[in-house]
């Protein structure tokens, strides 16, 4: 089983900069991971996913370029460093993994795609 925790969500103004870490336990090895968030009163929506190697990764058009998805196997962890924010990042951010075998490529933007998640971190952008 494996268990994902988030932490380093908060309060910034708009432009500012959150960076996420998502803990992992339990064996992940061959695991993609993703980050999706979820704003009140909307579905839970793709942002970045990274593979287990860490040389593959994909954005959301709407964070690309802005968002930057890395993980640390030796420890365990999955980050996301979020700059020039904006209000409408304004949501609950989960971690999520994807266990092998992996999805194909047409549903890893899918929330019900991944096998395991997090409670969740509020990010809050004020304008």
């Known amino acids: 089983q494996v268990q994902l925790v988030e932490s380093g969500g908060g309060l910034v103004q708009a432009g500012g900069s959150l960076s996420l870490s998502c803990a992992a336990s339990?064996?992940?090895?061959?695991?993609?991971m993703a980050w999706f968030r979820q704003a009140p009163g909307k579905e839970r929506e793709f942002v970045a996913r990274i593979n287990w190697s860490g040389g593959s990764t994909s954005y959301a058009d709407y964070v690309k370029g802005r968002f930057t998805i890395s993980r640390d196997n030796a420890k365990n962890t999955v980050d996301l460093q979020m700059n020039s924010l904006k209000p409408e990042d304004t949501a609950v951010y989960y971690c999520?993994?994807?266990?092998?075998?992996?999805?194909?490529?047409?549903?890893?933007?899918?929330?019900?795609?991944?096998?395991?998640w997090g409670q969740g971190t509020q990010v809050t952008v004020s304008s």
């Open positions: 339990g064996r992940t090895s061959g695991y993609a």
């Open positions: 999520a993994a994807d266990r092998p075998p992996l999805a194909p490529p047409q549903a890893r933007l899918r929330p019900n795609t991944y096998n395991y």
